[in-house]
């Protein structure tokens, strides 16, 4: 199975701050690779799928980066609403896995 | 709006089946796309248990393949999962989600499933 690792899995930060959350694959994933939200009793959120694609309605202060083994979920200026846990996900090849997610928390 | 809800008997004893439903609204499931479901046990991280495609193939995650059974409704709209001979390791939030090509675009709320005598 190809192992997923986020970096870092928590991380505390304030209103207006700009988040970078790491993804690093075990091996070759090419741009398979999405971004997801979650929050509690809520449906995961899809932020972003080849990468780096914005999912319609994702706001544009989200962005994700990377190939290969080394990806990035950019979070440009948090809002409020954005304190969550945030996980990555290859699918370049079965079985799908997860990072085992970054909970972003309010400093 | 595409909407996916989950629905199971709730507790589930060890050795039994888990049962699950996921019902699909906002878009009819014969038109396309696979459909997945995903498991977080307790305080744990994101499992993929395995997909099946609009028109029935599947594919499973192999440590959970010997266990697991998807099925699919196209007259109700639902996908089904069944998971026989669980243990307290089962125990987690089910979710059920589209999938285009590998990336989850909807996902349904979860549905807690606790097995337990």
């Known amino acids: 199975d190809i192992q997923m690792t986020q970096s870092p899995s928590s991380l505390s930060a304030s209103v207006g701050d700009r988040v970078n959350i790491t993804c690093r694959a075990s091996q070759g994933i090419s741009r398979w690779l999405a971004w997801y939200q979650e929050k509690p009793e809520k449906a995961p959120k899809s932020l972003i799928y080849?990468?780096?694609s914005l999912r319609s309605g994702v706001p544009s202060r989200f962005s994700g980066s990377g190939s290969g083994t080394d990806f990035t979920l950019t979070i440009s200026s948090l809002q409020p609403e954005d304190f969550a846990t945030y996980y990555c996900q290859q699918y370049e090849d079965y079985p799908y896995t997860f990072g085992q997610g970054t909970k972003v928390e309010m400093k | 709006q595409v909407q996916l809800q989950e629905s199971g008997p709730g507790p589930v004893k060890p050795l039994e089946t888990l049962s699950l439903t996921c019902a699909v609204s906002g878009f009819s499931i014969s038109r396309g796309y696979s459909w997945d479901w995903i498991r977080q046990p307790p305080g744990k991280g994101l499992e993929w248990i395995g997909r099946?495609?609009?028109?029935?193939?599947?594919y499973y995650n192999p440590s959970l393949k010997s266990r697991v059974t998807m099925s699919v409704d196209w007259t109700e709209n639902e996908i089904y999962l069944k998971l026989s001979s669980v243990t307290a390791a089962d125990t987690a939030v089910y979710y059920c989600?589209?999938?285009?090509?590998?990336?989850?675009?909807?996902w349904g709320r979860g549905t807690l499933v606790t097995v337990s005598a």
């Open positions: 099946i495609s609009h028109s029935g193939s599947t």
């Open positions: 080849a990468a780096s």
């Open positions: 989600a589209r999938d285009p090509e590998g990336a989850f675009d909807y």
